[in-house]
């Protein structure tokens, strides 16, 4: 399980005193035990992606503002974490197969305009999980749909 593999790099990012890896894994913790807290269930391994995928995407969103910024130090401190938390998640979809797959999902959906979209991007979600960004799965959806 995921809940394993996370503490047992926890205690290895201590004892090799990569203080990073051990930040990322203690935040990634800390934000799965807010959640099973707060909706009083236990995550499963899918769900504990959903959480990983969203701290990702935190970050990515994050860095856009420090490259602007011209914050160097940050910069490469957001880079490793996201490539630290990116161990976790599926290995991501190419442009190419994300786009073969909606294009299976508007099919299997029968969708016809965009009107249909958001029956497409549940469907999509549902389908395509933490294996390729949100915004991603929406953009080619509606450029499958114009």
């Not at 269930?41 to 490259?67: F, G």
Request: charged share 40%; hydrophobic share 40%.
């Amino acid at each position: 399980m995921l809940k394993e593999k996370l503490l047992e790099d926890l205690k290895n990012s201590m004892k090799d005193k990569n203080i990073i890896r051990k930040n990322v894994v203690q935040m990634v913790r800390a934000s799965i035990l807010q959640v099973e807290k707060d909706k009083q269930i236990e995550l499963d391994d899918n769900k504990i992606i959903e959480v990983i995928a969203k701290e990702a995407k935190k970050r990515k969103d994050s860095l856009a503002d420090y490259e602007k910024a011209g914050r160097e130090d940050l910069i490469s401190q957001i880079k490793e974490e996201i490539s630290i938390l990116e161990e976790y998640l599926p290995k991501q979809l190419s442009a190419e197969e994300l786009e073969a797959k909606v294009k299976e999902i508007i099919e299997e959906v029968g969708a016809t305009s965009m009107k249909d979209m958001g029956n497409v991007m549940k469907a999509a979600k549902e389908k395509i999980g933490a294996a390729a960004d949100g915004r991603a799965i929406n953009e080619m959806v509606k450029k499958l749909l114009n």
